[in-house]
């Protein structure tokens, strides 16, 4: 009777690989990784099936059909907000600036004003005047929020608005913010604060969805101003974690039309993180001299294609002159590499800055893998020294910028919701150029030479690493 248990287990456990492997050739977003799953599968179902439903499901399923439950609902307000930006909305005519709304679904604006907030102390001091401005309601969410110094400032900050009778809707992933604990959330819910993770599995039918993160860090105050870019909630975005050092990143504070995209993306979280639809200002405010347009464009497994892959590969292709890019995490996919190459091969200036000092190993020994080919064509790859770096950062020739909450690596592209501010004028990619030639003095340059003279065994750790990046 046991034996007989025991070949049935074996036999349902290979049925469940072969389906798999069917959904995974019918769904896998590269041949790559359809073939190596497919193989897994069917040879090694006992551990390729568990890994397969944790790692390898290529969208944000519950979030899709969520998108499809909330039409008679949501669609109907956001149709009427959209009306509302028919005044504000800015004339594209330029191809790659139409190309850009066609990947966000959402439009470009103008009468905008974009500030960039460089390093921990100018963006925390902002954020937190932003905070106790509020009159009406907060929208609040962070990838990682610590329950530390900054992090009981934070909650200090929120308490405060909610006494006062600000509606705050504060949301953490799960995942980035594991270790918050129950005693800082329960301050905040006891002070009147709607507070919810993101909840990547939520539902039976999701429960295995634990590798999609919610990445994106975005503040809304009435609807009027908005915040967005890399920093989270801890010691270590002020620069006092010995381990890191001085901390680089970059923020932004937007107000006029765009803050209503931020809002939208927040809406569509909080949707799903909770099943509510909470009640919002959309009627949009300018209050700038000299404005800008500005495209907000969000980014996750849930859309119908890979936005953020697609959104880097176009700014790549249309850099004419210069493509700087700043990132944490560098381990594009095939796609953006060949196009890094290209750019640098048509005498565009492309430079990549990364940090010197790691704080994922595998990431840090999966770029030498691919950084020789890079170099060799005329990618000037730089490392930050001072301290980490951890900015998101792009500028497209001297007419456009963007910054955000999107790495170069494929969480960012297909695992993780992320958001940026695409920002098609002149006068802020000066300013984002200004910041990003400070940042490249304290950069070394690295050379081919170097790449290439490291020994074997870690030429073979990096190539072992890079194949872990599909879930890196």
């Known amino acids: ?127 937190f005047a932003g905070i106790d401005a509020a009159e009406e309601y907060l929208l609040i ?19 405060k608005a909610a006494d006062r009778g600000v509606r705050v809707y504060f949301l953490f992933d799960e995942v980035g913010s594991r270790n918050l604990s129950e005693g800082y959330l329960r301050d905040l819910s006891e002070a009147g604060v709607e507070i919810s993770a993101f909840r990547s599995s939520r539902g039976f039918k999701h429960r295995f969805q634990l590798n999609f993160r919610n990445h994106r860090k975005v503040l809304v105050v009435d609807g009027r101003e908005g915040w967005l870019g890399g920093f989270n909630v801890g010691v270590e975005y002020l620069g006092e974690h010995p381990r890191h050092g001085p901390w680089r990143d970059t923020h932004l504070k937007l107000t006029g039309p765009s803050v209503l995209g931020l809002q939208e993306a927040f809406w569509e979280d909080w949707h799903w993180a909770t099943g509510t639809v909470i009640n919002l200002t959309w009627e949009p405010q300018v209050s700038c001299e000299e404005c ?88 000037k790859v730089y490392r930050y020294q ?12 001297d007419s456009t910028a963007a910054v955000g909450t999107v790495n170069l690596d494929n969480r960012s592209f297909r695992l993780n919701f992320e958001i940026t501010a695409f920002i098609p004028d002149r006068r802020f990619a000066a300013e984002v150029r200004l910041m990003l030639e400070k940042d490249f003095a304290n950069c070394r340059r690295i050379s081919y030479d170097e790449l290439q003279n490291r020994p074997l065994w870690r030429k073979l750790i990096s190539r072992a690493a890079y194949l872990t990046s599909p879930i890196q």
């Open 1 to 127: 009777m046991a034996s007989w248990l025991f070949g049935l287990a074996i036999f349902l456990v290979h049925v469940l690989g072969f389906v798999s492997a069917v959904l995974a050739l019918l769904s896998s977003r590269t041949s790559q990784g359809a073939v190596a799953w497919i193989i897994s599968l069917v040879t090694i179902p006992y551990l390729a099936v568990p890994a397969y439903w944790i790692f390898g499901r290529p969208r944000f399923y519950g979030y899709v059909s969520a998108r499809g439950e909330r039409d008679t609902v949501l669609r109907r307000i956001l149709a009427r907000y959209r009306e509302r930006l028919q005044p504000f909305l800015a004339d594209a005519r330029d191809p790659d600036v139409r190309a850009v709304e066609q990947l966000a679904m959402m439009p470009l604006t103008s009468g905008n004003r974009a500030e960039l907030l460089i390093d921990g102390d100018a963006t925390f001091a902002s954020l």
């Open 141 to 159: 969410q962070f990838f990682i929020v610590r329950h530390d110094a900054l992090g009981i400032k934070l909650k200090e900050h929120l308490q």
């Open 292 to 379: 800008q347009n500005v495209v907000i464009v969000p980014s996750g497994p849930a859309d119908r294609q890979e936005t953020a892959s697609l959104l880097v590969q176009h700014a790549i292709h249309s850099a004419k002159e210069r493509l700087w890019v700043t990132s944490p995490y560098f381990v594009p996919d095939q796609g953006v590499q060949d196009a890094l190459r290209l750019a640098a091969m048509r005498d565009v200036d492309v430079r990549i800055m990364i940090p010197e000092h790691p704080d994922h190993l595998l990431i840090y020994l999966s770029a030498f893998s691919f950084l020789p080919d890079m170099v060799r064509a005329g990618v």
């Open 386 to 397: 001072p301290g980490f770096l951890h900015q998101k950062v792009m500028l497209i020739d």
